[in-house]
T-cell receptor, first 110, second 114 residues
Framework: DQQVKQNSPSLSVQEGRISILNCDYT??????FLWYKKYPAEGPTFLISISSIKDKNEDGRFTVFLNKSAKHLSLHIVPSQPGDSAVYFC?????????FGGGTRLMVKP | DAGVIQSPRHEVTEMGQEVTLRCKPISGHNSLFWYRQTMMRGLELLIY????????DSGMPEDRFSAKMPNASFSTLKIQPSEPRDSAVYFCASSPHRVAETQYFGPGTRLLVL
């Protein structure tokens, strides 16, 4: 049972344009959704989160939108930079437990 | 702070051998998590500890896997005997308190069982 799904395994975007990474979930019981970024040969690093009581959270170039009725969230990166090229995981947090999606590989082309 | 430290970074072993992965969490963090990443299953939680006590080990695949946390600064994940299907990247993560917004991951141990 995949509770958190990232249906796009990869995404290619031109530098300077917007990157939109999507995530769908089935279980509505959660405290936060988090986005992690992972470079090769490194562990995931926390990027941004959104509380279950909000529908938007913004931090610099990164904005996460939460649509609870659709059980969908998205991460917007604008403008995209080549250094943003990485695998992005969304994760549902309930209590102290994280459930991860399968990840989306973002490639930002110069 | 050095972050979460894992050793070894890479391990190659033969089927049937015992494998021990090690983790040092960030100082002051009292929750520790072990994850496994594979192509088929993605990132999955194996077990987590709070204040050195195992809280949820429902993700541990089978009895060949065991984890310990003898003190606040050290944890091990042991596989005995190892099998080729255990080949994966194993991550350790820690967080500062029981209900923390985020977890901080180590660099991972890449395990290959031949």
């Amino acid at each position: 049972d995949q509770q958190v799904k990232q249906n796009s395994p990869s995404l290619s975007v031109q530098e300077g344009r917007i990157s939109i990474l999507n995530c769908d979930y089935t279980n509505s019981m959660f405290d936060y959704f988090l986005w992690y970024k992972k470079y090769p040969a490194e562990g995931p690093t926390f990027l941004i989160s959104i509380s279950s009581i909000k529908d938007k959270n913004e931090d610099g170039r990164f904005t996460v939108f939460l649509n609870k009725s659709a059980k969908h969230l998205s991460l917007h990166i604008v403008p995209s930079q080549p250094g943003d090229s990485a695998v992005y995981f969304c994760a549902r947090r309930a209590g102290n437990m994280l459930t991860f999606g399968g990840g989306t590989r973002l490639m930002v082309k110069p | 702070d050095a972050g979460v430290i894992q050793s070894p970074r890479h391990e190659v072993t033969e089927m049937g051998q015992e494998v021990t992965l090690r983790c040092k969490p960030i100082s002051g963090h009292n929750s520790l998590f072990w994850y496994r990443q594979t192509m088929m299953r993605g990132l999955e939680l194996l077990i987590y500890f709070n204040n050195n006590v195992p809280i949820d080990d429902s993700g541990m695949p089978e009895d060949r896997f065991s984890a310990k946390m003898p003190n606040a600064s050290f944890s091990t994940l042991k596989i005995q005997p190892s099998e080729p299907r255990d080949s994966a990247v194993y991550f350790c993560a820690s967080s500062p308190h029981r209900v923390a917004e985020t977890q901080y991951f180590g660099p991972g141990t890449r395990l290959l069982v031949l």
